[in-house]
């Protein structure tokens, strides 16, 4: 049995009165990235396309990277990851700790950074998952994901709650959102769908890509999602992320990263202007342990 054989069945949890958070820290290495990276790992590997010695090679912001870098490393693959040069330094070691090698693209240039690893695949026979439009990214959402914050939000809290009024995510690839939002809406129709991006890098409301500290969403591009299935989309600058990440951590006992603070405040936000009449339904997407250097510049510790 390995560690990737228990990859999600992650806890519900509350957060305040009507805001229930699915707790995806609790991953193998602590974040919601390893869901798709194993998904799609291991239908390559039912698929004939990789075998132990190849190379997995994939552009990221650091997640979705460490994640490949762990699998490789589990079942014996080599790994290199392609990301801008701004990502935090904690998330470049860690992937070098898991034997991957880190190349290194202008900051905030994800097109850049897919572009090479495309060239480097295509050149080399690497092995590419392609996470910013595989199909396979939004399928695990909608196939693990959202079945369990359905079974969880009727059953961890007695049936008290008969309903989902909103799902909100910051989008990355976009593989989450549009995965959980499609399996909800089976059940639910008038779920509310509401994407997260900084507000500096707001590319889904209109804005212009920039760059921004809330790594892993606002990378420049919708990617995978769909905005005809996107109900609203919310704005959270860099610096009440970062705030909001050590708020949580203090009042909370959790320690998230600066994503998973973005979403719980666009949450809090949402429903003290709504109002809805059932409980909010977010992500905290990963560990704040990997964004030290980040929320240091805050000098609130």
Known sequence: MRLSNHVGSTPLIQLGEKLFAKAELMNPTGSIKDRPAAFILNHAEKSD??????????????NMGISFAWLAAERGYQCKIVMPSNMSEERKKTLR?????????????????????????EKNGWF??????????INCHYEKTGPEIIYQTRTDFNYRYPSISAFISGTGTGGTIMGVGKK?????SDLKLIAVEP?????MSGGEPGLHGIQGIGDGSKFLVDMD??????????????????QIAKEHGLFV????????????????????????????CDRGDRYYSSLDELNLI
């Open 199 to 203: 507000a500096e890098s707001a590319v």
């Open 184 to 188: 909800i809406r089976e059940y639910i």
């Open 229 to 246: 299935h996107i109900d609203e989309v919310l704005i959270v600058s860099t610096k009440d992320a970062k705030e909001k990440a050590i």
């Open 128 to 137: 590419n998952p392609q996470q910013f439009s595989n199909q396979l990214n």
């Open 49 to 62: 396309l990789i075998e132990p010695g190849d190379t997995i090679i994939e552009a990221s912001s650091g």
């Open 97 to 121: 700790y898991y034997g991957a090698e880190v190349i290194e693209v202008e900051p905030g240039d994800f097109d850049g950074a897919i572009k090479l690893r495309d060239e480097l695949s």
């Open 257 to 284: 990263g600066i994503s998973a603070a973005a979403n719980v405040l666009a949450s809090e936000r949402w429903i003290e202007k709504n109002n809805p009449e059932y409980p909010v339904i977010t992500i905290l």
